[in-house]
């Protein structure tokens, strides 16, 4: 994400990946996902997000994985840097392809 790289940031994505947008609609399917990255990476005051994990569960039979934690993100806009944050979640599935998220809750808030 830091590199403004929507394809790489969706590469970690399963393919039927739903995340729950902090004030905003639920996002169905990794290109809604990928296509969502690329318009918000495309405005030229994207600042990028920042993901703190405080906590991961790895779970057996079949292997999966809860974290915990807060996000950060950053917009400049009339030369003033803005930030919304809170508090998210995350649940992984190990795949052939290696682990993916399946699954994505950001709720706005302080952290």
Known sequence: MAAHDA???ASFMHEDIEVAVAGGPI???RIANRDAFAMQMAEPGFGGYVRTAERVIVHDGPLRASEYGHWVGRWTA???VHEQRGHYSAEWVFTPHGWRIVRESYREGSN
Do not use: S, V
């Open 78 to 80: 009339k030369g003033r």
């Open 27 to 29: 996002l169905r399917g």
């Open 7 to 9: 394809e790489r940031t």
